[in-house]
């Protein structure tokens, strides 16, 4: 291999920390429509964000060095990975394209010997075939490392994410690999979950106080209580997985066990629990339950199973808190008919049972939050292909 030599090693070393770690690159935190203003808080807290951002669908552009990379992966809760911008060039052919792709430096960003898979979006160009823009950017990539003779064998697969637009291509690394939404603490989903990123987006529209009680009544799998868990333990939602970055020639095991530490210094425990999940389902409970004793989060989510028409107020020391509900809707629940009235019985229980309340509740269609007996606002909601309706509001 080339960089067996230690000459060729200690070059190969300078030429990365010039080229990626110690310099300042553009990278793109993808999210789902909708929650990039918040994304653009959690960047702008990591001192990360532009200072007049432009407005962007679907995710949000800053820069930084490679260990501010590895911190977004770390820290972010409502992005859904994180791109590594890596080249911008034109192309009209795919002969043009291989030539350009063989130019840049994959060695200095790819794992020893690795071919990555290629994810093709092509707008308005000349060059709209997506295999055959994808042949062109491999047949480019091989080429450049066979030509360096370098091999190896990743521990992560690597994603390249190539955006062509008015033939301008633009080449990205995914330098999370697993969606970020799997934070590592759920084997097992029930079924049509809420994604971890939109509950954490919602739980930070609704105003989520740990100091104050949350109540999770139809829990399920136990998205936002497992959220509102890492909140109130002040726990960085990816210390508990891993990242495709870790096999990057950047990589430096020292430096990433010094942002964990970090980290990890800041978590909390609590003296009794703040978080209460139900279902009525007992599956669902032994299920959350589990998680909650595997990662140690005991000490912030108490779980219990019973019928949400049985949880009041008085239970959870009577104080206000907030109430966070996602309705079986679509499938699970059955007719309109059976939604509309699902809705209504709730409303009127929230109303009667937690007084003084602040309630996020996710409606199937607009229609059923026209006439709500509570002051409210809304919000609309993509999930999984179906538009939702966010409620904030309070119990007078």
């Known amino acids: 291999m080339l960089k067996n030599d230690p000459i060729s090693q200690r070059s190969f070393s300078k030429r990365v920390r010039r080229h990626v770690t110690g310099r300042i690159r553009e990278y793109y935190a993808v999210t789902s429509p909708g929650l990039e203003r918040f994304c653009r808080r959690e960047l702008s807290e990591l001192g990360l964000c532009r200072e007049k951002p432009e407005k962007e669908t679907g995710g949000v552009t800053f820069y930084g060095r490679f260990v501010d990379c590895m911190k977004v992966n770390l820290h972010l809760r409502t992005a859904t990975r994180v791109l590594m911008r890596i080249s911008s060039f034109s192309a009209t052919n795919t002969r043009k394209l291989e030539k350009k792709a063989a130019d840049i430096p994959w060695e ?16 308005k160009s000349r060059l709209y075939h997506t295999d055959a823009i994808t042949d062109g950017l491999l047949n480019g990539i091989t080429r450049r490392m066979s030509e360096l003779s370098i091999d190896g064998s990743p521990s992560f697969p690597q994603t390249l994410f190539a955006r062509v637009v008015n033939d301008h291509f633009t080449l990205s690394l995914d330098s999370s690999g697993e969606p970020l939404y799997k934070r590592g603490l759920k084997p097992i989903s029930s079924s049509a979950p809420i994604r971890e990123t939109l509950a954490a987006a919602i739980l930070k529209v609704a105003g989520y106080d740990p100091q104050n009680p ?32 870790v096999d990057w020639p950047a990589f430096r095991e020292n430096q990433w066990a010094f942002l964990k530490k970090k980290a990890e210094s800041k978590k909390s425990s609590l003296n009794r629990p703040v978080i209460f999940a139900s279902d009525i389902k007992p599956k669902a409970c032994n299920r959350l339950l589990s998680v909650i004793a595997n990662k140690h989060l005991s000490d912030a989510v108490k779980v219990q199973q019973k019928d949400f028409f049985h949880c009041h107020a008085g239970l959870y020391d009577g104080t206000s808190g907030l109430v966070v509900i996602n309705p079986p809707y679509g499938k699970r629940l059955g007719s309109s008919m059976q939604a509309k009235a699902l809705f209504k019985d709730i409303c009127r229980h929230l109303t009667l049972r937690f007084k003084g309340w602040s309630v996020a509740l996710i409606t199937p269609s607009p229609g059923l939050a026209r006439r709500l007996p509570f002051p409210a606002k809304q919000m609309p909601l993509l999930h999984g292909g179906l538009q939702l309706v966010l409620i904030i509001g309070k119990i007078k």
């Open 108 to 123: 200095l960003f790819l794992p020893s010997g690795t071919v990555p898979e290629v994810k093709v979006r092509s707008i």
């Open 214 to 245: 949350l109540v999770d009544p139809f829990c399920g799998s136990g998205t936002f209580s497992l959220e509102a868990a890492m909140v109130a333990k002040q726990m960085a939602p990816g210390l508990l997985r891993s990242f495709s970055f």
